[in-house]
């Protein structure tokens, strides 16, 4: 067994869902992702998949911190660690140090919440940026905190946070089953894939980045149908912790960066948008974004901010040589960690999990 999920093939989602009430232990179930293609059960063994954390080194980790854990919404675990509490989103890992990088990181962060919790977050400061949505730490490190919006007047239950998305809070396993089955059978009939993520707490269900409007119409409808199949259920949706978080790369030369990414972490680029994501929708977005060349001195600082990526030990060194033949380098290198740089210096720690 590893810290990494185990990943099952399945034909479409109600066939997951049938694998997922198999799963009930002791009228208790793992952490699953439910997917259109199979399923992620947590913690896994044979077949385990990949997983993405961000690392920020901050001189003031203390005050850092706070910022982010209350920016996320997150929870602390231990010193220093910041988690999404319905561990759907990427573990926030902050580290002391004593070297000082005033500079703008090449690394940024974008979460997009629902609008109320934005405006409390905010909290009377002012955002800035081209967008007028950023915030920065005390260090520096930027953040797009975007406000998201409900879906419709017929879908209130749901919010648009760049996807579309709602969450179910459940009282049992049996309950949680009931309406992963019911919104399986829903999709998939309507020819729609959605993502159903399966915690002690609830159920989440999510459209995926911008799908929610490529369907349109047909989306809303099928939205509309799981809201009126939940509450028949008995359950209310509770959206405050739901949230969208995309990585985002300054690049002068972005198509080499991101080949880069995209290979080393067995990403596809999305033709229209050009974004990078994970095929299985497990794994955090990457954006890249056009960085001009004459900014010599940032491009020279390391980063602040870096990305760790966690496989299993026997694809760990398969994988360090596939970020190698993707253009990346050594930085540094340990039995078990290798710290490789992008075309442009950023940081990717690869490191091979540890059995349970």
């Known amino acids: 067994m590893t810290e990494l999920g185990q990943w099952l093939d399945a034909p479409s989602l109600s066939a997951g869902a049938v694998i997922t009430a198999g799963l009930v232990d002791d009228g208790q179930l793992p952490d699953i992702d439910l997917r259109q293609t199979g399923l992620r059960i947590r913690p896994g063994g044979p077949g385990t ?47 002391p140090t004593d070297d000082v990088r005033p500079l703008r990181n090449r690394f940024h962060i974008d979460v997009v919440r629902p609008a109320h919790v934005v405006e409390a977050v905010r909290n009377g400061r002012t955002p800035t940026g081209a967008w007028g949505v950023m915030l920065a730490d005390l260090e520096g490190n930027e953040l797009d905190l975007v406000p998201g919006a409900p879906l419709a007047a017929d879908a209130e239950d749901w919010e648009t946070l760049f996807t579309a998305m709602t969450f179910y809070p459940t009282a049992s396993a049996q309950q949680a089953i009931d ?23 609830g159920v989440v269900i999510d459209h995926g980045k911008d799908l929610w409007e490529q369907a349109g ?6 939205a509309t149908r799981i809201q009126a199949a939940a509450r028949a259920r008995g359950l209310t949706a509770q959206k405050d912790q739901l949230r969208f978080v995309q990585l985002g790369i300054d690049a002068v030369d972005v198509p080499a960066v991101q080949a880069f990414w995209t290979t080393t972490l067995g990403y596809t680029q999305e033709p229209q948008a050009g974004d990078s994501f994970d095929p ?18 940032r491009r020279r600082q ?3 901010l870096r990305l760790e990526l966690e496989v299993a030990s026997d694809q760990f060194g ?39």
């Open 280 to 297: 299985r929708r497990l794994n955090p977005l990457l954006i890249f974004q056009q960085l001009d060349a004459t900014e010599t001195e």
């Open 49 to 95: 998949v990949q997983e993405l954390r961000i690392v920020l080194d901050a001189v003031n980790p203390t005050a850092v911190q706070e910022f982010w854990r209350t920016a996320l919404g997150y929870r602390t675990l231990g010193d220093h660690r910041l988690v999404d509490p319905l561990h759907r989103d990427p573990d926030l890992i902050i580290q």
């Open 302 to 304: 390391r980063n602040r």
């Open 318 to 356: 398969a994988r360090v040589e596939q970020a190698l033949t993707a253009g990346g380098q050594v930085h540094a290198e340990q039995p078990d960690r290798c710290s490789i740089t992008d075309p442009e210096g950023n940081e990717l720690d690869i490191i091979a999990a540890k059995p349970l």
């Open 179 to 201: 309406l992963v089955t019911a919104v399986a059978e829903l999709a998939d009939a309507a020819g729609i894939p959605v993502g159903l993520d399966v915690r002690p707490e």
């Open 217 to 222: 119409e047909p989306f809303v409808e099928l």
